[in-house]
């Protein structure tokens, strides 16, 4: 069945550190894949998405590359913020099936 | 602004209540869900619906029942609270009509069973 893989963490950076959490993901075909953030306390909302082969999501300055050949949709930032902090999903969705989420990511960013 | 609104954000519930989460969403979608979040566990599906009146088991539905009389609106109910039923909920929903279609959450639920 489809699944996806991700660091866990915890990251730890210092404030304006360059950030990549690496997702990887199994399916059949052509998934659409997915970023989502969690802040403290709060629900998930969507960072990011990529619908097919070669698209790259970008949101508050992180990217992501759908890269069908590496099957991965690695989630970048040039210079992360003390207000990034946040668990980070991975997931994707394949013809209308529910998600598929990665176990999630905590990323600390430190002053 | 599209909106998944979950009816608290904190819950403290007593071992054997019967308790009822409920969830509306004002996007008109199809589809819709319950998750628990656990330390570890990630999330997991409980329960989902593609329709009025539809349900679906998902990967952990023991314990749980759904209803969903009212296309907006998908409640949760937790037959007989257990501590090991202290987790967080989260509510999602998503349109049917597109694969590509991202799912909208809720703020969550915090519930302690004690």
């Known amino acids: 069945g489809n699944s996806v893989t991700q660091m866990e963490g915890p990251v730890t950076l210092s404030e304006e550190a360059f950030l990549t959490i690496n997702c990887t993901y199994t399916?059949?075909?052509?998934?659409?894949l997915f970023w989502y953030v969690q802040y403290p306390g709060e629900g998930l909302q969507l960072l990011l998405k990529?619908?097919?082969?070669?698209d790259k999501g970008s949101n508050k300055g992180f990217e992501a590359t759908y890269r069908k050949e590496t099957t991965s949709f690695h989630l970048e930032k040039g210079s992360v913020q003390v207000s990034d902090s946040a668990v980070y999903f991975c997931?994707?969705?394949?013809?209308?099936?529910?998600?598929?989420f990665g176990p999630g990511t905590r990323l600390s960013v430190l002053p | 602004d599209v909106k998944v609104t979950q009816s608290s954000r904190y819950l403290v519930k007593r071992t054997g209540e019967k308790v009822f989460l409920e969830c509306v969403q004002d996007m008109d979608h199809e589809n819709m869900f319950w998750y628990r979040q656990d330390p570890g566990l990630g999330l997991r599906l409980i329960y989902f619906s593609y329709d009025v009146k539809m349900k679906e088991k998902g990967d952990i539905p023991e314990g749980y029942s759904v209803s969903r009389e009212k296309k907006e609106r998908f409640s949760l109910i937790l037959e007989s609270a257990s501590t090991n039923q202290t987790s967080m909920y989260l509510c999602?929903?998503?349109?049917?009509?597109?694969?590509?279609?991202?799912?909208?959450f809720g703020q969550g639920t915090r519930l302690t069973v004690v």
């Open positions: 399916a059949t075909g052509y998934p659409s």
């Open positions: 990529a619908t097919k082969a070669d």
């Open positions: 999602a929903s998503r349109t049917r009509v597109d694969r590509n279609t991202e799912a909208f």
């Open positions: 997931a994707l969705t394949h013809y209308g099936q529910n998600f598929v």
